[in-house]
C-alpha cells in the first residue's frame, strides 16, 4: 500500500509557477513509476506528465505543458514533484498524484491549481 499526499497548490497570476509536492508513505518508493494528472468539473482525468521508476531518467509530458512542466523525484524523500511555469488559466484545474507498478495504482487527494487570467 502506498498512501499519497499532494500540496502546492494555489491560486496563481498567468505566467506565474508553483511547485506541486507528492509525499509517499510505505515502502520502495523508488520502485514506482509516478505520474501526475488533473481534472475539471465535467472532463475526464488528463494525464499530465510521468517519471520512471529508479532514479527518473525517463520523462514523458502531455504535448501542452512540454517546455513548461518538469516532473522529478527524490526517492530520499519519497516525494515527487511537478515544477509548473508560464502558467496559463487553461492549466487550472485540481491535480492528482499516481504511483504505479504492474497492475497497482494508488492515488492522491489532489491539490487544486487556479491560474487567473
Known amino acids: 500500500q502506498v498512501q499519497l499526499v499532494e500540496s502546492g497548490g494555489g491560486l496563481v497570476q498567468a505566467g506565474g509557477s508553483l511547485r506541486l509536492s507528492c509525499a509517499a508513505s510505505?515502502?520502495?518508493?523508488?520502485?514506482?513509476?509516478m505520474g501526475w494528472y488533473r481534472q475539471t468539473p465535467g472532463k475526464q482525468r488528463e494525464w499530465v506528465a510521468s517519471?520512471?521508476?529508479?532514479?527518473?531518467?525517463?520523462?514523458f509530458y502531455t504535448d501542452s505543458v512540454k517546455g513548461r512542466f518538469t516532473i522529478s523525484r527524490d526517492n530520499a524523500k519519497n516525494t515527487v514533484y511537478l515544477q509548473m511555469s508560464s502558467l496559463k488559466p487553461e492549466d487550472t484545474a485540481v491535480y492528482y498524484c499516481?504511483?504505479?507498478?504492474?497492475?497497482?495504482?494508488?492515488w492522491g487527494q489532489g491539490t487544486q491549481v487556479t491560474v487567473s487570467s
Open positions: 510505505g515502502n520502495s518508493f523508488n520502485i514506482y513509476t
Open positions: 517519471i520512471s521508476s529508479g532514479g527518473g531518467d525517463s520523462r
Open positions: 499516481r504511483a504505479s507498478l504492474s497492475r497497482y495504482e494508488f
